[in-house]
C-alpha cells in the first residue's frame, strides 16, 4: 500500500471544515505541563479544529522560548511520553489530536512500536520536525500502517521540484511554516508565511495551515487568506506560563476562532 493512500480521521475532520467555508485553527498545547489536559479541553470547547499536544524533549530545535520554557517546566515536573500519551484517550475534546515532538523518541524505541504506541493512545497524526522529508519514508510507512497520519513540514526554503512531492507525502494536513525561526509571536506577519502558503495551495488540495509566527488574531486573519486556516502555540503555552490556566486558553482561543469566523 503506499504510504500517501491511506487519508485519517484528521485530515477528513479538516477536510470536511474547509468545505463547509470555515478557517481552520489548530491549537498547540505543551503536555505534561501543569493543567494541560483541562487546557486542551478549553481550546476545543472555544473553537478549536484540532489539538497539537507537545511531548516535551530536551533539545528541542524548533521550539522557540515559551515554549521551551513550558518544556522545561513540564519535564522538571516529571512529565514523559508515557505519561502524556496515557492521558490523551481521556481528552474530552471530540476533535482529533496530533502530537508534535523530535524524531529520536520515534527512533529510540523503534518506528513500529512508537507508532503503535501512538494508535493506542488515539492520537490521528504526529509531526517529528527534525527528521526530513527525503528520510522519512520508513517512519511514514510505520506509521501508516498503525493508521497514524504524519504532517510534514514545508519551509520557505523548500524547493519547488520538491515542494509538490512533499505535499504528496503529508497526512493530516500541510504545515506551511511561516518564517525561517523557531516558533513565537512576531510583531507582524512575515511575508514569507503567505508566500508558501500560495506556494503549497498551488501544489495540493489538502489543507494548508500556517504556523510559526503567528502572534495575533488579526495575523491569523491576513494568513488565513492565503492558507486554508492557523496554527497557534506560543500564544496560547504564554496563557499558561503566565498562570492565566484553562480559562486564559480558552479566551485566547476564542478570540483567534471569532476573528477567523468574521474574517
Known amino acids: 500500500m503506499s504510504l500517501d493512500s491511506d487519508v485519517g480521521s484528521m485530515e477528513d475532520s479538516l477536510r470536511d471544515r474547509r468545505d463547509e467555508g470555515a478557517k481552520l485553527l489548530v491549537a498547540y498545547i505543551t503536555g505534561g505541563f501543569e493543567g494541560w489536559e483541562t487546557a486542551v479541553e478549553a481550546a476545543a470547547a472555544a473553537g478549536a479544529d484540532a489539538i497539537e499536544i507537545g511531548i516535551p524533549f530536551s533539545d528541542p530545535v524548533m521550539d522557540g522560548p515559551v515554549i521551551q520554557e513550558a518544556s522545561e517546566i513540564a519535564l522538571a515536573d516529571g512529565a514523559t511520553p508515557a505519561s502524556i500519551l496515557a492521558a490523551v484517550p481521556n481528552l474530552d475534546t471530540g476533535i482529533p489530536h496530533a502530537i508534535m515532538t523530535y524524531y529520536n523518541l520515534a527512533h529510540n524505541p523503534g518506528h513500529e512500536r512508537f507508532a503503535a504506541t501512538l494508535a493506542k493512545a488515539g492520537v490521528d497524526a504526529a509531526i517529528l520536525p527534525d527528521l526530513p522529508f527525503v528520510e522519512s519514508g520508513p517512519w511514514r510507512e510505520a506509521a ?107 479566551e485566547l482561543v476564542a478570540s483567534y476562532r471569532t476573528a477567523l469566523d468574521a474574517g
Open 144 to 250: 501508516s500502517k498503525a493508521g497514524v497520519e504524519t504532517i510534514l513540514l514545508a519551509a520557505p526554503t523548500t524547493p519547488t521540484e520538491r515542494l509538490s512531492e512533499l505535499c504528496a507525502a503529508s497526512s493530516g494536513f500541510v504545515y506551511a511554516v511561516g518564517l525561517l525561526g523557531v516558533t513565537g509571536e512576531r510583531a507582524t506577519l512575515a511575508s514569507t508565511a503567505t508566500e508558501i502558503a500560495a506556494r503549497c495551495k498551488s501544489v495540493t488540495d489538502k489543507p494548508v495551515l500556517t504556523g510559526v509566527g503567528i502572534g495575533s488574531p488579526e495575523q491569523a486573519v491576513q494568513a488565513s487568506e492565503v492558507s486554508d486556516g492557523v496554527i497557534i502555540g506560543s500564544a496560547v503555552v504564554r496563557q499558561l506560563l503566565d498562570g492565566h490556566g484553562a480559562e486564559g486558553v480558552g
